[in-house]
């Protein structure tokens, strides 16, 4: 089945405490991106990538840092999480980025608490 | 970057009546405008797109509208059904690469 996973589903952490939540996409894509989804927020962008080794940041990068060394996986690193990243993060990818305009695939989203 | 702006936050419709969502951007450089909808505990899905080379779509109960020179594009569900109740997302990207989302309206439909 064609797909975009994330893990862990849920997360509960504390301050300063490093993690890493996982994205993976068999659908051989070249494009994923992070976003955080906050109430009254909507959907905001943290980065994206465009194939591998290809990474750039959206509009909210701030705390943030991704890798992309497999096209199927875009790991979502946060090195000292603070209360403010308390969200509902979404891992998307498309066949392409850049002109192509492809529909966008999410993941099923990471609750994450930090404390 | 751009600006992404998005009314009403909510809507509630009966049954059967239509519903209208309103997006307005800042970058007249934007030329791809997405739709997604998400419903409860769900992942957004895209529902329709249009690009800026087009003033309208339709997929069957739903239409996207473009306005360039107001910078403004709209979400139209025609003959509303229970199921069309979630929340409905647009985004604008110039790039392909960085979209900008707004905020969100959430569809109630009353049967």
């Known amino acids: 089945e064609a797909q975009v996973t994330q893990n862990p589903r849920y997360l509960i952490t504390v301050t300063g405490k490093k993690l890493t939540v996982t994205c993976s996409q068999n659908?051989?894509?070249?494009?994923m991106s992070w976003y955080r989804q906050d109430p009254g927020l909507g959907l905001r962008q943290i980065y994206y990538s465009m194939n591998v080794e290809v990474t750039d940041k959206g509009d909210v990068p701030e705390g943030y840092k991704v890798s992309r060394k497999e096209k199927r996986n875009f790991p979502l690193i946060l090195e000292s999480p603070s209360p403010n990243q308390t969200s509902l993060y979404f891992c998307?990818?498309?066949?392409?980025?850049?002109?192509?305009?492809?529909?966008?695939?999410f993941g099923p989203g990471t609750r994450l608490t930090v404390l | 970057g751009e600006n992404v702006e998005q009314h009403p936050s909510t809507l509630s419709v009966q049954e059967g009546d239509s519903a209208v969502i309103k997006c307005t951007y800042s970058d007249s450089a934007s030329n791809y405008f997405p739709w997604y909808k998400q419903e409860l505990g769900k992942r957004p899905q895209l529902i329709i797109d249009i690009r800026s080379n087009v003033g309208e779509k339709k997929d069957q109960r739903i239409a996207v509208t473009l306005n360039k020179t107001a910078k403004h594009f709209s979400l139209h569900i025609t003959e509303t059904q229970p199921e069309d109740s979630a929340v409905y997302f647009c985004?604008?990207?110039?790039?392909?690469?960085?979209?900008?989302f707004g905020t969100g309206t959430s569809l109630t439909v009353i049967p």
């Open positions: 998307a990818s498309s066949p392409q980025g850049g002109g192509y305009y492809n529909e966008q695939f």
């Open positions: 985004a604008a990207t110039y790039t392909g690469n960085q979209f900008y």
């Open positions: 659908m051989n894509h070249e494009y």
